[in-house]
């Protein structure tokens, strides 16, 4: 065998800890803190080529064995484990090379955080790591029999890894990547369903162990996300592992990135539930930032790797108001929408006013003189802005998709007197066609996204069904089915 000291590769991409290293099998020794020795067999590979042998890279400096094994444990067996501590770096070595790809594919989409430090996974050079008898080994090797499934005490049962959660007073839009961000905090959701059943919006969520589950389950259960509504109620699972065929919005499985998306939209039993999944809306919270909404499912980190202890993680949902689960609030003021791709033969203040003025009180409303296709619209506040904005996103409006972005102006002007601007500015500050005004309004617990069904109130009593159906075919539409609530 050839012994020679490590050096760290500044080669971007592979950055193994070997510059230039022999074929053949050779011992791995590290001179600082007298670190661990370790020999590998097999031949030295191109960067990047799969190998059951983990390469981790920027771990903190106090990082544990048994942080390290964490990392791998969703995926499989961890059956090695060598600590570069010196170096802030760790081999990992897993029971199959499936395993490892799953473990590399997912870090490559989802960043681990380990106390707020970004951690690089690659494949290592090498297919396999094989221990002496140093006390770091030693050390090693008995986190890996504490943390291995077969050494769990079976005399105390676990409860279930696979949660069932159920949220109530749907106020506002909740998404599957919301509930990956919220659930993230107490460990690595490895596979999510979000479903309707009895009119309830409701999830599967799978952590890699029951006490993940546990810790998320004593955090979370009874929490609002948003102030005052969507409220979660959370379950143990008659289920122990979730069978995730898709990864797309109604379900993903992270430690798979390579399932088909699926062509088909799901049912949905309310329209309620339908914000999660139309397309064309942002999957967003009225809290979500500006034009991004939740971060794509793909950037979450997996918490369980960033949240010290339970209290700590309990301390987060102490907070008043929107961030009650983290998600920041929109900066104040920001209340003036920018629509773009109006149609400009069509659009008029009044037609723009009803629409937007289902998700929020429209203040006043401007369609810009020169650019017809555009306008202006402000809203009572930055949440409202932030509803229309995520429910009419790509909606079609007299046969253009609208697109809707935060301005950067903070209130609609009025035209000065004397200067006519053709009806293009209107004032609707007083009018009586607002729904929000009273604080904590029912109206807010009927937002959905635009669809065909509609719903009618403040019917005189002397209207009848065919008066009804007369009104609505006369600007256009055809009405294919009409109930009155009994």
Known sequence: SVHQDITVGTKRGSDELFSSVPNGPYIMSTTANGNDSKKFKGDIRGPGVPS?????????????????????????????????????????????????????GYYSTVMPIIRQHPVYVQFSNHKEL???????????????????????DAAVPAPS????????????????????????????????????????FQALLQYPDGASAQAAKLSLDGQNIYNGCCTLRISFSKLTSLNVKYNNEKSRDFTRPDLPSGDSQPTME?????????????????????????????????????????????????????????FPPLPAGVCVLLISNLNPER???????????????????????????????????????????????????????????????TSVQLPRE??????????????PLHR??????????????????LHLSNIPPSVVEDDLKML??????????????Q
């Open 418 to 431: 004397g200067h006519e601007d053709q009806g293009l500015t209107k004032d609707y500050s007083n009018s």
């Open 347 to 409: 659009v008029t203040p009044h037609c723009l006013f009803i629409l937007f003025g289902v998700y929020g009180d429209v203040m006043r409303v401007k369609i810009l003189f020169n650019k017809k296709e555009n306008a202006l619209i402000q809203m009572s506040d930055s949440t409202q802005a932030q509803l229309a904005m995520s429910h009419l996103s790509g909606q079609q409006l007299h046969g253009k998709s609208l697109r809707i972005t935060l301005s950067k102006h």
């Open 161 to 200: 890894s696979v949660l069932r959660v159920v949220v109530e007073n749907l106020v506002y839009p909740v998404s599957l990547d919301a509930l990956c961000q919220i659930f993230s905090k107490f460990g690595t959701v490895l596979r999510i369903i979000v479903f309707t059943k009895n009119s309830q």
């Open 52 to 104: 059951r042998v983990i390469h981790i890279r920027k771990l903190p400096i106090d990082i544990t064995e048994a942080e390290v094994i964490s990392l791998g444990l969703p995926f499989g067996d961890v059956t090695n484990l060598l600590m570069l501590k010196a170096k802030n770096q760790a081999f990992l070595e897993m029971n199959s090379e499936e395993a490892a790809q799953n473990m590399v």
């Open 270 to 326: 309310h329209p309620a539930m339908a914000t999660a999944f139309t397309p064309g809306i942002i999957s967003a919270s009225p809290y979500a930032g500006a034009t991004h909404g939740f971060p794509p499912a793909f950037t979450l980190q997996p918490a369980s790797l960033t949240v010290p202890t339970l209290p700590g993680g309990l301390a987060s949902l102490s907070l008043p108001g929107a961030t009650r689960l983290g």
């Open 472 to 485: 609505f075919s006369s600007s256009g539409a055809m009405v294919k089915a009409f109930k009155f609530f």
């Open 436 to 453: 929000f005004k009273k604080p904590g309004s029912k109206n807010y617990s009927n937002i959905f996204p635009p669809s065909a069904t």
């Open 130 to 152: 094989k221990t002496d008898n140093s006390p770091n080994q030693e050390r090693a090797q008995a986190a890996l029999r504490a943390l291995s499934s077969s050494h769990v």
